[in-house]
């Protein structure tokens, strides 16, 4: 059984921190991983896809990926009240067109 | 505009009745998929189609149904068949890109499906 785990949370963190998300998976064949913020009652929105082991950015946003670990985490720089949210780590296990997504870890940034 | 559109946002259903969810895209995308989202889980795919007049059943098919007669359209029907079908439904949709694994989902708002 592929899986994704994350901390479910809630990561509290104040405003202006560096908010720090985990997620490990299982499928060593693993070639791509996504990071989606889900607001309460809405669908999920992408924030970040990486590909190859090391850190990616944009913006507020870095997304790390250790492949050799089955590590992939999301840095989110100067945290604002509006970046309170679930965060949804999702990976692409290999030789498959499907996502396989963690239950998510709810971040709340107060001021 | 481009987007996915899910109708409608809200729909009661009462038990042993088929439903169907509506799910648009004007992206042209080639591959459409469907979730369901329960409280405090992940998303779990329930069918997923690449091409038109093809589908493939995902992780938790049973109960529901599909078809894709146009490329813009992936209608979901929950059956009386499913036991619990309470839950948020998503459906999202991806270009299969030639190389897939860089190829991306994009959700469309959600159906929420309450059983009276």
């Excluded at chain 1, 507020?60 to 949210?85: C, E, G, H, M, W």
Aim: charged residues 20%; hydrophobic residues 30%; neutral net charge.
């Amino acid at each position: 059984q592929k899986e994704v785990e994350q901390n479910s949370g809630p990561l509290s963190v104040p405003e202006g921190a560096i908010a720090s998300l985990n997620c490990t998976y299982s499928d060593r064949g693993s070639q791509s991983f996504f990071w989606y913020r889900q607001y309460s009652g809405k669908s999920p929105e992408l924030i970040m896809s990486i590909y190859s082991n090391g850190d990616k950015e944009d913006g507020r946003f870095t997304a790390q990926l250790n492949k050799a670990s089955q590590y992939v985490s999301l840095l989110i720089r100067d945290s604002q009240p509006s970046d309170s949210a679930t965060y949804l780590c999702a990976f692409r296990p290999g030789g498959y067109n499907k996502l396989i997504f963690g239950a998510g870890t709810r971040l709340a940034v107060h001021p | 505009d481009g987007g996915i559109t899910q109708s409608p946002k809200y729909l009661f259903r009462k038990e042993g009745q088929n439903v169907t969810l509506s799910c648009e895209q004007n992206l042209n995308h080639d591959a459409m998929y469907w979730y369901r989202q329960d409280p405090g889980q992940g998303l779990r795919l329930i069918y997923y189609s690449q091409i038109v007049n093809d589908f493939q059943k995902g992780d938790i098919a049973e109960g529901y149904s599909v078809s894709r007669e146009k490329k813009e359209s992936f209608p979901l029907t929950v059956t009386s068949a499913q036991k619990n079908p309470t839950a948020f439904y998503l459906c999202a949709s991806s270009t299969q890109l030639r190389d897939r694994d860089t190829d991306t989902q994009y959700f469309g708002p959600g159906t929420r499906l309450t059983v009276l």
